[in-house]
């Protein structure tokens, strides 16, 4: 089971990246490099290429509408070169409120792009003659759109690998069945091992039945905040603030896709509430009414027994790698803890 973390830019991006070193010979095996609307991942990317030596470098995530098709697959090929072969590319629709009120671009259709757009990254780094004729992408532009001078083109450079691996961060159950059925990994949000069935299971399997058989099984990217010890159980609520922010503030009202997942947990009137609060400014009061059932079964914070027996119960729902987020207050306790989870999983 690989260990996976997203990369924190809070004490600055290179004190980041001096952690993730050492997160690495600890044990950790993927890092998720952030975009939304900050700096871009790319850069961040080249950069821990060029100053790591084992993990998986991955973006979590690249929106699709803020880049064409055979750029993101141009930007991929370009890292797992600098990497050695160690890119991931992480893919996700993001939202209505950064995809239209930060890049201008209509969101829509955010399932059938990501399909297509996927079909379009393995034909580049096959170094193919792109020739493509989706409902969303047409490549080379049509003779009646444009100068009419397109023609298609193959990738000048001959890529480290011909398939680099692509991870979707999905929730809605269309984008979950696309994901099970074309993607290399699964980055979902708010994984509760107990409920992930009734949520996600129909839609996994859908997606699983039409899978080329030859394509690998769907590593499945969940997991929490980590901390291993006798008398950590007060930190679980350090993770109360960001919650709020996903399932009260990040999205409109109608359109915040972790409001409602969360609700589909069994919390429908938590979620209301949690949203109402957020969003008239009272923070505190939303961060306080997220269900403590909710926060206990969605951390690996505990003594090790009480890790052990989570861990289990996120293998037994399916998920098959980890993502999760040391909660140590200095480097060395996060490190710590990177080790003791390497050593729980390697002895399991």
Not at 149 to 157: Q, T
Not at 245 to 273: C, D, H, I, P, W
Request: charged share 20%; proline share 5%.
């Amino acid at each position: 089971m690989r260990i996976s973390t997203l990369l924190s830019y809070a004490s600055g991006f290179k004190e980041a990246v001096a952690e993730v070193k050492a997160l690495e010979q600890a044990g950790l095996d993927v890092v998720w490099v952030p975009e939304a609307y900050s700096f871009d991942a790319p850069s961040a990317m080249g950069y821990l290429a060029a100053n790591t030596e084992r993990v998986t470098i991955a973006s979590g995530i690249l929106p699709i509408y803020s880049r064409t098709p055979t750029l993101l697959a141009m930007t991929a090929a370009g890292i797992d070169y600098l990497s050695d072969g160690r890119c991931m590319l992480g893919l996700g629709a993001s939202g209505p409120q950064v995809i239209e009120g930060f890049h201008g671009v209509p969101y829509e259709a955010p399932v059938a792009r990501i399909r297509e757009i996927i079909e379009i990254c393995r034909m580049v780094w096959r170094r193919e003659r792109v020739s493509y004729d989706g409902t969303y992408y047409q490549i080379p532009l049509p003779q009646n759109r444009g100068t009419g001078l397109g023609k298609p083109l193959k990738l000048i450079n001959h890529p480290v690998r011909d398939e680099i691996p692509i991870a979707v961060a999905s929730l809605g159950i269309k984008s979950v069945e696309l994901t099970a059925e074309l993607a290399d990994a699964w980055l979902p949000a708010f994984y509760m091992a107990e409920g992930a069935k009734s949520v996600w299971g129909a839609a996994l399997s859908a997606g699983n039945a039409k899978r080329d058989p030859n394509r690998a099984p769907l590593e499945v990217f969940a997991g929490g905040a980590v901390a291993i010890g006798e008398g950590l159980e007060s930190l679980r609520d350090l993770g109360r603030a960001q919650m709020a922010l996903y399932v009260g503030g990040m999205g409109a009202r109608s359109k915040n896709f972790y409001n409602q997942t969360f609700a589909k947990y069994g919390y429908e009137q938590e979620a209301k509430t949690i949203q109402d609060l957020y969003l008239a400014g009272k923070k505190s009061e939303a961060e306080a009414a997220i269900p403590q059932s909710f926060i206990d079964a969605t951390t690996l914070i505990g003594p090790e027994g009480f890790v052990r027996d989570r861990l289990a119960a996120l293998r037994d729902s399916g998920v098959n790698a980890l993502n999760v987020q040391f909660a140590g207050r200095t480097r060395e306790e996060r490190v710590g803890y990177c080790e003791k989870l390497r050593n729980l999983i390697d002895a399991a």
